[in-house]
């Protein structure tokens, strides 16, 4: 096997590592789950998994950093952009993009908020929120502007959680928010 074909068969095997181990956080809870489990359910024994991940923490690390991966590219593009209000409508578009496809691992954050105080997947994600807070607040802005803007992103994770148990299209809800978010960051300009 060439090592392009053994890169990419590694590469799909991690990634259905943190799939499975998301799945098994989500329903029994993260310190409920052990690595054996996990190779149980992936059917592989518990050195194969050893060989991509030795901890639960590594597993959850990684993923998230993968699926939040597109958070980092969005602040360095946002920070390469003027701070019109058409950069900032893209900033908050693209954002709402980057939860839904990271809805698993945001889910599994909101339902599992102290273990991820205790890893260091907490720091992480509060550092990239303050790197989004400033390329969507103008630096002169007032504060209640600056609140507005704020106020767009937390409009966006909140309705991740409290709109999955309405009725309804998902794709629908993810407007829903997005308009709303949208409206706030538009509000916060006109005042700037």
């Known amino acids: ?17 943190q799939d499975v181990a998301l799945e098994l956080f989500a329903e029994q809870g993260y310190e409920k789950t052990s690595l054996r489990e996990i190779a149980e359910r992936l ?36 920070r390469q952009q003027p701070h ?7 900033i908050v578009r693209r954002y709402s993009q980057v939860l839904t496809d990271a ?3 945001f889910r599994f954050m909101q339902e599992n ?3 991820v105080r205790d890893l260091s997947i907490g720091e992480m994600f509060k550092n990239r929120m303050l790197g989004l807070r400033d390329i969507v607040i103008d630096p002169d802005a007032d504060l209640v502007d600056q609140v507005r803007c704020i106020s767009a992103l937390f409009t ?3 309705g991740m959680f409290v709109l999955k ?7 629908e809800k993810r407007k829903a928010i997005l308009e709303v978010a949208t409206d706030l ?3 916060a300009h006109k005042g700037a």
């Open 113 to 115: 908020q102290a273990t």
């Open 185 to 187: 960051i538009t509000q």
């Open 156 to 158: 966006m994770h909140a």
């Open 1 to 17: 096997m060439d090592g392009t074909k053994q890169q990419r068969r590694r590469g799909n095997t991690r990634q259905r590592i």
């Open 84 to 90: 019109t209000l058409e950069t900032k409508q893209e």
């Open 103 to 105: 809805s698993p691992l």
């Open 43 to 78: 059917e592989v024994t518990k050195a194969a998994l050893y060989y991509h991940f030795k901890t639960k923490e590594e597993i959850i690390v990684s993923l998230f950093e993968d699926l939040t991966k597109p958070i980092e590219d969005l602040i360095e593009w946002g």
């Open 165 to 171: 148990d309405l009725e309804g299209d998902p794709e």
